[in-house]
């Protein structure tokens, strides 16, 4: 049973590098990509490779990993591996390495490693669950709803390798912690979840010093008060240790060049592919119908709470109130044109240009109106924090059914919570997996979407 129970990090994460490794030299050896000095080519990939791979964790994979966080390595991996291999044609001076056979070797290099490595993942899901191997024994000290909530997991999820052996109540009257070590130590367990919110601060202590002493890892379940329910991020200012409430991954330079990037690149293609052509219809047919400008300027908040100028397609007729009273079901002002563009999100194009500017991004927290956004910054909690980054033309709340008019408390309250977790756990994969589903449910059609 030893071979089943073992933890196989030490050999996976050798082996992975190894064979991509292997990979990415056997297929440099076959394409023609006619560089000069072999051996410095090879040495400069495998090292570029390495050092990427360890700065970004590339090969850090836990049991209990998504599919979203690989697809997230991968492409770091291979954008950084990509950049650093065009590099090497200037900086050694390299002018007859074929660029072709270099984009072949990275599309293959992509294509095999990406193979590899969720296969990987999918026998080792299939190893835990099935054949019952690389298990980790774990107990939950606490009784309540997350606790709760945690051995379903270990009990439901099989491919994650948990193997739940006992959870203790510490507001039973039979709870002796010296009991809880003893069965740890006789039954073999590897890991302990205590909760948080049902032990003393000594009681918390004796778990440490046991789980130090005994070789076991030790984590907590956040209760549900204060600051153990937010994101939190561990960090040393010299030797002081500092946690910091909230991180946000565009705070940094990569990530906020690699948005930056993509809202360029994507919002060119929207405004040469689309607009071009598409506003001089619209042009004609909003002017038809009602007099006025074809385009409708609002000011609205966007980060750092700066007010700027956010460009639409007009929709409704000219009217006083257009920038203080939101568009409701049925609302007299808007035109039959107006109706058609509303209900197909095609109104919201123009702010492409505000993406292009830098005023908005393609995907972040709605902006609203000046006066809702003095309202809702005293009377909802948090509201604010949705001005850390740039407000986009399409975000998770609104995927989610929260668009348009707020009718009720819940609606905004539901969109604060839904602009927080996008803040705070934004990805490249997250702002493609939104476009995607904005673009579905403008075709099928939303129900407030008047």
């Not at 990979?23 to 051996?39: C, D, E, M, R, S």
């Not at 090969?59 to 291979?78: A, C, D, E, G, N």
């Not at 076991?216 to 600051?227: C, E, S, V, Y």
């Not at 639409?312 to 920038?323: E, G, L, V, Y």
Request: charged share 20%; glycine share 4%.
């Amino acid at each position: 049973m030893f071979f089943k129970h073992h933890r196989y990090s030490g050999i996976i994460v050798p082996l992975s590098y190894l064979s991509d490794l292997i990979t990415i030299n056997v297929l440099a050896y076959n394409l023609p990509l006619q560089f000069k000095y072999p051996l410095l080519f090879y040495s400069y990939i495998n090292i570029a490779w390495i050092i990427i791979a360890t700065k970004s964790e590339y090969y850090i994979i836990y049991r209990y990993t998504k599919v979203t966080r690989l697809l997230i390595l991968i492409s770091s991996q291979f954008f950084f591996f990509t950049l650093i291999l065009f590099a090497f044609i200037g900086f050694f001076k390299q002018p007859n390495i074929s660029r072709l056979a270099l984009a072949q070797f990275l599309t293959f290099s992509l294509i095999v490693v990406s193979t590899v490595k969720f296969l990987n993942y999918y026998f080792l899901m299939k190893y835990r669950s099935k054949v019952k191997g690389n298990l980790r024994n774990v107990v939950i000290i606490g009784k309540n709803k997350k606790a709760d909530q945690l051995r379903q997991v270990f009990l439901e999820r099989a491919e994650f390798g948990y193997n739940f052996r006992n959870q203790f109540s510490t507001k039973s009257k039979d709870f002796i912690i010296q009991d809880c070590f003893d069965y740890i130590v006789e039954n073999n367990i590897d890991e302990i979840y205590c909760s948080i919110s049902e032990l003393k601060n000594e009681e918390i202590a004796k778990f440490i010093s046991f789980a130090d002493n005994n070789l076991k890892t030790l984590k907590f379940i956040p209760d549900n008060k204060n600051i153990f329910s937010k994101k939190l991020k561990f960090e040393y200012y010299d030797y002081i240790p500092v946690l910091s409430l909230r991180d946000i991954p565009l705070d940094s330079p990569i990530n906020a060049f690699i948005k930056r990037t993509f809202d360029i690149i994507f919002s060119l293609v929207i405004i040469v592919g689309l607009l071009s052509w598409l506003t001089p219809i619209l042009a004609i047919l909003i002017t038809l119908e009602s007099k006025g400008p074809v385009f409708f300027r609002q000011t609205r908040n966007g980060i750092d709470n700066r007010e700027f100028y956010c460009y639409k397609f007009r929709s409704m007729a000219p009217n006083r109130n257009a920038d203080h009273i939101q568009a409701t079901k049925n609302d007299m002002r808007i035109t039959k044109i107006g109706r058609f563009i509303r209900k197909t999100s095609i109104d919201e194009l123009p702010q492409f240009y505000n993406v292009l500017f830098g005023t908005m991004s393609v995907v972040g927290p709605r902006p609203h109106m000046v006066k809702h956004t003095n309202e809702y910054a005293t009377s909802v909690d948090k509201y604010m924090v949705r001005h850390f980054v740039k407000p986009g033309i399409t975000g998770l709340a609104q995927v989610r059914g929260y668009r348009g008019e707020i009718e009720q408390e819940t609606d905004i309250q539901n969109r604060i919570k839904f602009d927080i977790f996008y803040i705070e756990n934004w990805s490249l994969f997250l702002d493609l997996k939104i476009i995607v589903q904005t673009i579905l449910n403008a075709l099928k059609g939303e129900a407030k979407a008047y």
